[in-house]
C-alpha cells in the first residue's frame, strides 16, 4: 500500500445512509457522546468533521499529486483573511449538501438549528482581506498548487453594536467553541526572534542575538477548489510563549500575574487584529504581528522547497510569494537575512534569488495609507533588519543616481528611508524595490499608481508594473449567497457550467427580453428581500454597504436621504417611489468622523421613522456588524449599488462587483472598478454622477469652497442646514460642519450631479419591466469580475504558473 500518495484510503461513501454512519461514528469516536446526550454544539462539530473528512481525502490526494509535480507554487503573504462561514461552503464543495441534511433528519436533528452554530472567522477588516479569501477560493478551483499564510487572530475584527446609534465595538471571540475546520499542526512550529542586537564573528558574518524568543504554531483550514479535486490549505500562526515562558518560582510565591507575564506578553502577539494604533507600544505590536507572519511564513516555505529541492538557484523557479498590500513586505528582509546570515550566500545571490521571488499588490491610492515605521522603533524590534534594508538602499539609490544623474530629490523621494520630518522606513518602497511585478486592483487604479502615487517607481522600472483588476469568487457570492437566482440562471442556461465559468452568464442576454423570464428574475429579487425582512418587497431596496470611510461618502447618501425627506414633507400628497435605504459597515473604532457619520445616519432613520407622513414611502435600516454573512443575504435584495466614492480614491471595490452580479444597478462616479463595471454592463444599465478625477484633481488644485455648493443650491442648503441645526435628535453637527467648511472628499461638489441621478433612477424604477431587464443585463455581463479570472490573469502575467491535476 502506498500511503504517500493516498491510495490507501477507502473511499467515504457518497450516500445519505453512509453519511449518518459516518455522523454516528464522529459523534461517539471523535465527539465521545451519543445520540441521546449530545448537545446541538456536539450535533454541529460532528457535521463539520463529517463533511471535513472528505474534503480531507481529497486534501490527500491533492498533497500527493503536488509532492510528485515539484511544481512551482504561489505562496499569498496576507495579513487578513475574511473566509466566511465554512459549513455551507464546504457541504457545496464535497457534494454533501443534499445527503447531509437527509442525515440530520433521519437522526432527528434540525439542520437549520446545527447548521445555524456555524461561526464566521472574522480575521479581516474589509475588502482586502475578502479578496484574499476570493483568490483562495479561484486558485484551488483552477488547481494551482498554492497556500496561504496569514494569523490566527484570537480575537478577529470587533463586533460592531449601536448604543442610542453610535457603534460600540465588542470583542469577537469567533472560536470560543473551538473550531472544527482547524488542523493544528504543531510540529511545523517556528521559532521567532525579537530584539536584542547584532554581531559579526571571527569570519565577518553577521549573527542576531534575540532580546525575545516567542514561538509560531501553526493550523491550517482547507481550501477546496470547486468542481475539482485540489483542496488547498490556509495556514494561521499563532503566538505562544516558549516552554520556559511560565515562571513556576513566582507562581509558588503567589504572583500570579508576574508567572505568566512572559507568556501572555508572547501571546498578545497573535490576539487581536490591528491593534489599536494610537499609542507607541500599539504601533510595536503592530510590526511585531507584521515580522512574526513573515518569519513563521518564509521558515515554513523553505521547508517545503526542501522536501523536493536542495539548489537555492531553484528556489525562484519553485515559489512565488505574492504579498497582499504592504503589510507582509518585512519578507524582503527577512529573505535577504536567511539566505545570507543563515544559508551563507553572497549578497548579490541573495538579492536576485529574492527579487525574482516576491511580487506586490497595492491596495491604495491615499499616500496617508502607506504605511512607514519609525526608525527608532524599528532598529529596537528587528536591528538586522534595519542593517539589511540600509543595504539594499545604498544598491538601490546607486541605480536611482545612474538612471537619473543629478536628480536629487528623485534620491529623496524614493529613499527606503523618510528623512524629513523623522526617519522613517518606508514600506511601500521597499515593497516596490525588492520584487519583479508591482500590480495594482482596477484599470484606473493601475493607472494613476504610475502616474502619481508610485510614478518615480514607474518612471525607473515601466515594465514592472502591471494591472490585475479584482474579482470575486462566483461560489460564495452568488451560488451560495444567492440559492434561488442560481436554480434560475443554470434554468435559464440549461446548466449549471457557468459556476465555474462565469463567462457563460452571457447566454442570459436573450432572455432579458423574455417576458415570463423577467418576471420571474423579479419574483428571485422579491423573495430574497422577504428572506432579508425587509418589509414592503415592492419597494427600492438601496444598498450602502462597505466600510465607513469620509472618501467613501456615506455622508453624500445621507444628504440625499434628508433632501428626499424634505421633498415629501413639503408636498406630502404625492405619489412617490418607495424607498427602502440599508447601510451596512463598521468605522475603525478610533477613526472619530467615520463614526459622527454612523451616528446621523441612526438618528435620521428614527427621525423618519417616527413620522408617518414620511415612513410610508422611505424607510433607513442600518442592520449592525457588517460581515462576510450579513452581505451574503443583503447583496441578493439588493435592485441599486451605491458606489459613490470621490474620483480617484476606492482602488476597486469588490462590493460592486457583487452587487451587480445579483442583478443590482449601479450607482456610481468613476472610480475604481466602477468604471469596468459601466464598461461591461454598459452605460445605460448604469446610474453615472460626479467628478471624474482629473476634474476632482483640478477643482481640489483650484481651491475648492465647500460653501459655494451651498450657498447656491437651495435644496442642498436645506439639507445641510438641518443637520446644523440639530433636526435629527440634535445629532450631526460635526458632520455638518466639516461638509460646510473643508469637505475634503468632494461631497457637496457632487451633490446636484448625484441626486439628480437619484431622480433618474426614480423614472427608471416606475418601469418596471425596463429595470427588470438591465437588472438580468447586469448579472449577464458581470462574468468578467470573476475571482477566477482574476486569478487567470495573475498566473499568467505574474506567476507564471500552471495547474497541478489531482488524480483519483
Ligand atoms: N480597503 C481598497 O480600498 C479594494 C480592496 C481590495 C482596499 C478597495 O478599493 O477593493 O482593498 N484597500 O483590493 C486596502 O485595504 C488597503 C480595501 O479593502
Known amino acids: 500500500m502506498d500511503v504517500r500518495n493516498g491510495m490507501g484510503l477507502r473511499p467515504l461513501g457518497t450516500s445519505a445512509a453512509e453519511f449518518e454512519q459516518d455522523l454516528l461514528s464522529n459523534l461517539y469516536y471523535r465527539r465521545g457522546t451519543t445520540v441521546e446526550s449530545a448537545s446541538t454544539q456536539d450535533a454541529y462539530e460532528t457535521l463539520a468533521l463529517t463533511v471535513r473528512d472528505r474534503l480531507a481525502e481529497r486534501r490527500v490526494r491533492t498533497a500527493a499529486a503536488h509532492y510528485a509535480a515539484n511544481p512551482r507554487w504561489v505562496y499569498y503573504l496576507s495579513a487578513e483573511y475574511l473566509l466566511g462561514k465554512q459549513l455551507e461552503q464546504n457541504m457545496l464543495y464535497s457534494g454533501t449538501d443534499r445527503i447531509a441534511r437527509i442525515a440530520m433528519k433521519q437522526l432527528g436533528l434540525d439542520p437549520d438549528e446545527v447548521e445555524g452554530l456555524d461561526v464566521e472567522p472574522g480575521l479581516g477588516n474589509g475588502g482586502l482581506g475578502r479578496l484574499a479569501a476570493c483568490l483562495l477560493d479561484a486558485m484551488a478551483t483552477l488547481d494551482i498548487p498554492a497556500v496561504g499564510y496569514g494569523i490566527r487572530y484570537d480575537l478577529g475584527i470587533f463586533k460592531q453594536t449601536f448604543k442610542n446609534g453610535a457603534q460600540v465595538e465588542k470583542p469577537d471571540d469567533w472560536s470560543y467553541q473551538g473550531n472544527p475546520w482547524e488542523f493544528p499542526a504543531p510540529d511545523d512550529r517556528q521559532t521567532v526572534f525579537f530584539y536584542g ?85 500599539g504601533r510595536e505590536l503592530r510590526l511585531k504581528q507584521q515580522y512574526f507572519l513573515v518569519s513563521c511564513s518564509l521558515r515554513d516555505i523553505i521547508r517545503r522547497f526542501r522536501l523536493r529541492n536542495t539548489d537555492w538557484s531553484e528556489f525562484p523557479k519553485k515559489t512565488v510569494i505574492q504579498l497582499n498590500d504592504t503589510h507582509p513586505t518585512l519578507a524582503i528582509p527577512e529573505l535577504m537575512r536567511l539566505l545570507v546570515d543563515e544559508e551563507g550566500l553572497n549578497w548579490d545571490l541573495a538579492w536576485t534569488i529574492v527579487r525574482q521571488t516576491f511580487a506586490y499588490t497595492c491596495h491604495t491610492l491615499l499616500p496617508e495609507a502607506l504605511e512607514t515605521w519609525s526608525v527608532p522603533m524599528f532598529e529596537r524590534l528587528l536591528p538586522r533588519h534595519l542593517e539589511i534594508i540600509y543595504t539594499i538602499n545604498e544598491h538601490f539609490l546607486a541605480e536611482v543616481r545612474e538612471a537619473f544623474p543629478g536628480d536629487v530629490d528623485r534620491v529623496r523621494r524614493m529613499s527606503l528611508i523618510q528623512e524629513e520630518p523623522d526617519r522613517r522606513v518606508r514600506m511601500a518602497n521597499l515593497a516596490v524595490v525588492g520584487t519583479q511585478a508591482v500590480n495594482g486592483v482596477a484599470e484606473l487604479h493601475s493607472e494613476l499608481l504610475a502616474s502619481t502615487t508610485l510614478r518615480d517607481f514607474a518612471e525607473l522600472w515601466p515594465a514592472k508594473f502591471h494591472n490585475v483588476t479584482n474579482g470575486i469568487s462566483p461560489r460564495r457570492f452568488i451560488k451560495i449567497a444567492n440559492p434561488t437566482l442560481s436554480s434560475l440562471i443554470s434554468e435559464g442556461l440549461g446548466g449549471d457550467e457557468w459556476i465555474n465559468d462565469l463567462d457563460r452568464l452571457a447566454g442570459l442576454e436573450a432572455l432579458a427580453d423574455d417576458e415570463s423570464f423577467r418576471s420571474r428574475w423579479r419574483a428571485v429579487k422579491q423573495a430574497n428581500k422577504v428572506r432579508l425582512g425587509l418589509g414592503d418587497p415592492e419597494s427600492l431596496t438601496d444598498v450602502m454597504i462597505k466600510r465607513f470611510h469620509e472618501y467613501k461618502r456615506q455622508q453624500l447618501k445621507l444628504l440625499h436621504i434628508i433632501t428626499m425627506y424634505h421633498r415629501i414633507k413639503a408636498n406630502p400628497g404625492q405619489a412617490y417611489v418607495p424607498r427602502t435605504v440599508l447601510f451596512a459597515g463598521k468605522a475603525a473604532p478610533a477613526y472619530h468622523a467615520a463614526k459622527h457619520v454612523i451616528r446621523l445616519i441612526n438618528a435620521v432613520a428614527a427621525v423618519i421613522d417616527a413620522d408617518p407622513a414620511v415612513s410610508p414611502y422611505l424607510k433607513v435600516v442600518f442592520p449592525p456588524n457588517y460581515n462576510v ?74 481651491g475648492y469652497r465647500a460653501r459655494d455648493h451651498y450657498d447656491r443650491d437651495p435644496e442642498l442648503r436645506h439639507a445641510l442646514d438641518s443637520i446644523l441645526d440639530g433636526k435629527f435628535l440634535g445629532i450631526g453637527r460635526e458632520v455638518g460642519e466639516s461638509l460646510l467648511n473643508w469637505d475634503e472628499y468632494l461631497t457637496l461638489a457632487d451633490y446636484r450631479s448625484y441626486v439628480d441621478a437619484q431622480d433618474q433612477v426614480d423614472a427608471a424604477w416606475q418601469d418596471t419591466d425596463q429595470w427588470t431587464r438591465k437588472s438580468i443585463l447586469n448579472t449577464a455581463r458581470s462574468g468578467f469580475f470573476s475571482a477566477d479570472r482574476t486569478v487567470r490573469d495573475y498566473a499568467a502575467g505574474i506567476w507564471h504558473v500552471n495547474p497541478v491535476k489531482v488524480g483519483r
Open 629 to 702: 454573512t450579513l452581505g451574503s443575504l443583503i447583496i441578493p435584495a439588493a435592485d441599486l449599488s451605491e458606489q459613490i466614492s470621490m474620483a480617484g480614491k476606492e482602488a476597486s471595490g469588490t462590493g460592486n462587483m457583487k452587487l451587480a452580479l445579483n442583478g443590482a444597478l449601479t450607482i456610481g462616479t468613476l472610480d475604481g472598478a466602477n468604471i469596468e463595471i459601466r464598461d461591461k454592463v454598459g452605460a445605460d444599465n448604469f446610474f453615472l454622477f460626479g467628478l471624474d478625477t482629473p476634474a476632482a484633481t483640478a477643482l481640489k488644485n483650484n
Open 197 to 281: 542586537h547584532t554581531e559579526r564573528d571571527a569570519n565577518g558574518k553577521t549573527c542576531w542575538i534575540p532580546g525575545e524568543v516567542v514561538l509560531g504554531e501553526p493550523s491550517h483550514m482547507l481550501v477546496p477548489g470547486h468542481g475539482t479535486d485540489t483542496v488547498n490549505i490556509v495556514r494561521l500562526w499563532r503566538a505562544r510563549g516558549s516552554e520556559s515562558s511560565f515562571d513556576l518560582s513566582r507562581f509558588s510565591a503567589g504572583q500570579y500575574a508576574e508567572a505568566v507575564d512572559e507568556a501572555v506578553h508572547a501571546e498578545n502577539i497573535s490576539k487581536v487584529l490591528y491593534p489599536d494604533d494610537s499609542t507607541e507600544s
